[in-house]
């Protein structure tokens, strides 16, 4: 499945009553939304929960003035400080928020970074795969250390 593009969420700022009408319309609506779009892989129900909580906790002001930005965003040019550092980009590769093309971009675009994709895993990476990411942080810090007592 593609990510949502630019185009679709910064239209999503254009018709804030039709995102707030679906917000009104239940915890079912936003569970199923939540689970469709921040997950790749079936995840227990607390984790969409979790999520669903939150994005519901969001106001609608903060999301309409962030979703334009979807649209032109890009700070590729603000990569290159980056190369200095242990560097880690992570993503799902069903996440169809941020897609894994962008990560891949990203890790090409910043000489010396370490890509970790992970397998089936959507934008909430970080909780499906929890335990990839803490031994991919893991590695980091070990890298970041080594760079800082040599």
């Known amino acids: 499945m593609s990510a949502i593009t630019p185009r679709v969420v910064a239209g999503l700022a254009r018709a804030p009553e039709l995102v707030e009408s679906v917000r009104r319309a239940g915890s079912n609506v936003g569970f199923l939304v939540?689970?469709?779009?921040?997950?790749?892989?079936?995840?227990?129900?607390?984790?969409?929960?979790?999520?669903?909580e939150m994005l519901a906790g969001t106001p609608m002001d903060v999301l309409a003035e962030f979703f334009p930005g979807f649209d032109t965003l890009d700070k590729f040019h603000a990569l290159p400080p980056f190369e200095r550092v242990p560097t880690l980009v992570l993503c799902g590769t069903e996440d169809r928020l941020t897609g894994i093309a962008h990560s891949r971009k990203l890790a090409d675009l910043i000489a010396g970074s370490t890509l970790v994709e992970a397998r089936g895993a959507g934008h909430m990476v970080i909780l499906e795969r929890h335990e990839q990411v803490?031994?991919?942080?893991?590695?980091?810090?070990?890298?970041?250390?080594?760079?800082t007592v040599a």
């Open 34 to 52: 939540t689970d469709r779009w921040a997950f790749g892989d079936d995840v227990p129900a607390g984790y969409v929960e979790f999520v669903d």
């Open 134 to 147: 803490n031994d991919a942080l893991g590695r980091l810090v070990a890298r970041a250390t080594e760079r």
